[in-house]
């Protein structure tokens, strides 16, 4: 409000103080502008950061109001910049919010702010609040305008004194909270807090970190000894105190209050860190002042008193105490932080290791068995009993593999290393792939699939392996979660907001507190101890996150329990394909190709043995290896022309095997498999680095690995290698 002058009425009424309210919503500027307007001051009102420091470069402004939360600079940066102006180094600065929390506060004391006010504001205390500020600033114009008058000079130097001391005061603050907040290390907020307190408030400070998260007994000393240009900084620990100094802090920790020290260790104390034969400072007396934030006590600090001089401000010690504290705890916090995310990468990559063997350590039995199947349906004679018991060992293991790549291949997307093979397809094609894929498993529970898809392509750019993927997800878990002898039904169709895809069960639905977690991981409905269903949990999953990264969506719904589910799938489509050329003639099978010499090198017997049959009736010659030194001889000694090599092999592994081997004429020009356990895409990446020409992931289908070296020899690949020599003969 207006200050009364004894220059008349005139400078009453002229003399008005600027106030700037700094907000991006008008609204607010209103309301701001109806509170304190009776006030009787110049209100400038602006919206932004930029604008604010427009007008300070113009005019001096009393207080400055100062909305946290704003576009572009927000109140914070705004008030740094503020700082930086000569003029407005110490404006009072209110930072108003309609959120804040300790951390929020810290910052904003750290810049100098008088105070922090929550939105919507109490008229009635914002501008008593602001009143105090014009009512300084005015008295300080008044007071400088009329220093000829003697009286008013003398209140004038009184208020000067008083504004000295409170800008002292506060700036002082100020750089406290900027020096203590520099920093989230615990041991530079001690050496700042030591730093602050010697010698603007003591001739000698002990700053102690006493939370076991900080470091329990870590101790920081600053003392000012007379002859000293400048105080020096100790580092310490608890031990170096005198017991009656240690036993103070600890007491001022533990009861949560200040603790007066006797004037007799004082001496022990200033001698036992003052440097050498420099006469420590004189001491008359000291107090320990916890530093507390809540209820939690994170240290102390002894502040001590010269033996002649003014004694240090309480008020003063205690603001620091505070900010000290919240310094304190933000290094906690962090600190916290830092552990928990450490122990975050720790279980990463042992969750990453564990997935690697785990593929490994599974892929690995099943190689064999899948050999052995393979085997025997070569050579048994044709039974019924052999052929039924054959195929339900197929389907097992066919299983077991699928459930292997779900889980993996959720790791893999989790992590990001998952990439789309993006091509035009049509989706009327992929769901016939993948009909095809689940109609063995829908058969064996007696269901019907009913198949409704638009007569004419639906084009959508996307990967078709992972699509197919998706579409046999929901196929499998529709018949896994269905009764036999029950309908399913598959529906494709184009609507404006893209393509949808429907699959609709019979089975026992879904509950309604379980729908909206059915496509977390590892995430499954109420089972019996049967678990007639199976599976992990992640089929689902798998499914979502294919979808999105496809740019897609997919939903469950469901009446509840025991009345069916749906799933609907929702995909953006895209233009068709341009229209192919003419497609080149397909090679010649011709004739069965000559045998060859095979090399399998394998450290688990069993599938060493198993593949070297299958191969054998291919009517192949076939050796075997151990080892990574054995493969070495083998090849020098038998100059094989295909070498099945595997990658976990004891000694040297499979890619310094095949490094060396490519490295020798025998084997520049052979045909070089890696079949291994490890089927990453890492791992792929780095078969083809070390020289492998395949890379199989266990248990690898046998037609498929024989058909990509009836390929091979077809085209002639390993006829012309360095040894010279043809085709072994059957």
Not at 39 to 64: H, P, Y
Not at 491 to 496: I, K, L, T, Y
Not at 621 to 648: C, F, M
Request: aromatic share 4%.
């Amino acid at each position: 409000m207006p200050l009364d002058s004894e220059d008349g009425p005139d400078l009453a009424v002229v003399e008005k103080a600027s106030i700037l309210v700094v907000d991006d919503l008008p609204e607010k500027l209103l309301v701001f502008k109806t509170v304190l307007e009776e006030l009787g001051q110049e209100l400038v009102l602006v919206r932004s950061g930029t604008d604010a420091l427009r007008e300070i470069l113009q005019r001096d402004f009393a207080v400055i109001l100062l909305d946290v939360n704003m576009p572009g600079i927000d109140g914070f940066e705004t008030a740094t910049l503020i700082r930086q102006h000569r003029r407005c180094a110490h404006t009072p600065i209110i930072f108003i919010t309609s959120y804040a929390d300790e951390i929020q506060a810290a910052r904003g004391y750290s810049l100098g702010a008088v105070d922090y006010i929550l939105s919507p504001v109490v008229p009635e205390i914002l501008r008593s609040k602001v009143s105090v500020f014009v009512s300084l600033f005015l008295m300080q114009r008044q007071v400088r305008r009329q220093a000829d008058a003697r009286a008013e000079m003398m209140a004038a130097q009184a208020a000067r004194r008083v504004a000295e001391e409170n800008d002292r005061r506060s700036a002082f603050l100020a750089d406290a909270s900027r020096a203590l907040g520099s920093s989230l290390d615990i041991e530079i907020a001690m050496e700042q807090l030591a730093a602050l307190l010697v010698p603007r408030l003591a001739p000698l400070a002990v700053v102690m970190a006493s939370d076991p998260e900080l470091g329990a007994g870590r101790l920081r000393t600053a003392i000012q000894c007379p002859g000293e240009a400048r105080p020096r900084l100790v580092a310490a620990s608890e031990a170096a105190l005198p017991s009656d100094v240690r036993a103070t802090l600890r007491e001022a920790v533990e009861g949560r209050r200040r603790v007066r020290l006797a004037p007799q260790p004082l001496a022990a104390l200033a001698a036992a860190f003052a440097a050498g034969p420099v006469a420590p400072p004189p001491l008359r007396t000291g107090e320990a002042v916890p530093l507390l934030r809540g209820e939690r006590a994170l240290g102390a600090v002894l502040v001590t008193e010269a033996a002649e001089g003014p004694d240090p401000d309480p008020g003063l010690v205690d603001e620091l105490a505070a900010r000290a504290a919240a310094a304190f705890e933000n290094a906690r916090l962090y600190r916290g932080l830092q552990s928990a995310q450490e122990e975050l990468q720790r279980a990463s990559r042992r969750k990453d290791e564990f997935l690697a063997m785990m593929s490994h350590e599974l892929r690995n039995p099943l190689a064999p068995i899948h050999t052995a199947v393979e085997v025997i349906r070569r050579v048994a004679a044709p039974h019924p009993k052999v052929s039924w018991a054959l195929d339900i060992a197929e389907r097992q293991l066919r299983q077991l593999t699928r459930l292997i790549e779900e889980l993996l291949d959720v790791a893999r997307i989790s992590q990001g290393k998952v990439v789309l093979k993006r091509e035009t397809v049509d989706l009327c094609t992929v769901i016939a792939h993948s009909v095809e894929t689940v109609q063995p498993f829908i058969d064996s529970r007696r269901q019907r699939l009913a198949v409704t898809l638009p007569r004419h392509p639906v084009w959508l750019a996307g990967d078709a392996a992972r699509l197919t993927q998706v579409i046999c997800n929901l196929l499998h878990n529709a018949a896994k979660y269905s009764p036999e002898e029950t309908d399913i039904a598959l529906a494709c169709s184009v609507a404006p907001e893209g393509i949808m895809v429907y699959v609709r069960d019979q089975g026992i639905g879904i509950d309604a507190a379980l729908l909206p977690r059915i496509f977390d991981l590892f995430e499954q409905g109420e089972r019996g101890l049967d678990r007639v269903q199976g599976g992990l949990g992640v089929g689902l999953t798998l499914a979502r996150r294919l979808t999105e990264m496809h740019g897609g969506r997919i939903e469950a719904f469901s009446e509840g329990h025991n009345l069916g589910s749906e799933f609907r799938l929702q995909l953006p489509a895209t233009a068709g394909p341009a229209e192919p050329g003419p497609e080149p003639a397909a090679a010649s099978s011709g004739s069965r190709p000559q045998a060859l010499r095979v090399l399998v090198v394998d450290d688990n017997h069993d599938a060493a043995a198993g593949l070297a049959t299958v191969l054998e009736l291919e009517g192949h010659s076939v050796r075997t290896a151990a080892d990574g030194k054995a493969a070495l001889a083998a090849l020098a000694a038998h100059r094989p022309e295909v070498v099945l090599l595997d990658i976990g092999l004891p000694v040297i592994d499979g890619y310094e095997v095949a490094r060396r081997m490519r490295k020798t004429p025998e084997g520049r020009g052979l045909l070089l498999i890696a079949l291994t356990g490890y089927g990453q895409r890492e791992d792929r990446q780095s078969a083809f680095d070390a020289g492998f020409d395949h890379h199989f992931v266990k248990p690898a289908d046998a037609q498929a690995l024989l058909a990509c070296i009836r390929q091979w020899a077809i085209k002639g690949a390993g006829r012309s290698n360095s040894n010279g020599a043809a085709s072994a003969t059957a």
